[in-house]
């Protein structure tokens, strides 16, 4: 199994809330990635990462916000929940140069009421 | 790949049975991976198999082997000996363009004993 984590894996929360998803990995990859996935539906690249300090928007708009200040790291924020924010969040890593294979994490499942 | 093809929402196979999942795509790219992920119910989603566009052959795993066709942009995912434990979504992955991948939006298959 890939070392990479997610916290929390469920997440109820009222509207208005100010959330971040954790995400974290021990095996040293530069590119990181969070996915929105509905259940039983696509994934939808909302934010990547190919370093420290830098952070790129994905192919599906997203009102949250990341940061990548380590390595290991790579925090997703939403200001202010809202219900349309419900949905299971995943985070990816993978190795830079190295066949592109992305690791992923057990996901948050975030419902805002 | 800018777009994915997954035409079955759903399967379903008896179990030691074979089954294969089909997934087309479009790409300008001349080399570049090809990956098939599992998500298990309410689990991690893992890489099944991976493919390079430039080697002929067809990538083997077990009892999971694809049927790559490059000029055709098929790339299809034969399960055999069908286990209860294949039970899960499948996703198409090519790489698209900056090292990201692209996913299909899944098919379900489920195996029945």
């Known amino acids: 199994e890939a070392d990479i984590y997610q916290t929390p894996r469920y997440l109820v929360i009222g509207t208005g809330k100010k959330i971040t998803l954790e995400c974290s990995q021990t095996m040293g990859h530069d590119k990181m990635y969070w996915y929105q996935q509905d259940p039983g539906m696509e994934l939808h690249l909302i934010h990547y990462?190919?370093?420290?300090?830098?952070?790129e928007k994905g192919d599906l708009s997203s009102e949250s916000t990341v940061s990548r200040i380590r390595t290991e790291h790579f925090p997703l924020t939403l200001e202010s929940a809202r219900p349309s924010h419900t949905s299971q969040y995943l985070c990816a890593s993978s190795e830079y140069g190295r066949s592109y294979e992305q690791y992923f994490g057990p996901g948050t499942r975030l419902t805002v009421t | 790949a800018q777009t994915v093809t997954q035409s079955q929402p759903e399967m379903s196979v008896q179990e030691a049975e074979t089954v294969t999942l089909s997934c087309t795509y479009d790409?300008?790219?001349?080399?570049?991976?090809l990956f098939w992920y599992k998500q298990p119910p309410s689990r991690q989603m893992i890489l099944v198999i991976r493919?390079?566009?430039?080697?002929?052959q067809n990538a083997t795993e077990n009892r999971f082997s694809v049927n790559f066709q490059k000029a055709a942009k098929s790339f299809s995912l034969k399960i055999s000996d069908s286990q209860l434990g294949d039970t899960a979504m499948y996703f198409c992955a090519p790489q698209g363009g900056s090292e990201k991948l692209v996913f299909g939006k899944g098919t379900k298959l489920t195996v029945n004993p």
């Open positions: 790409t300008s790219e001349s080399n570049y991976y």
């Open positions: 493919q390079e566009a430039y080697k002929q």
């Open positions: 990462s190919y370093g420290v300090n830098s952070t």
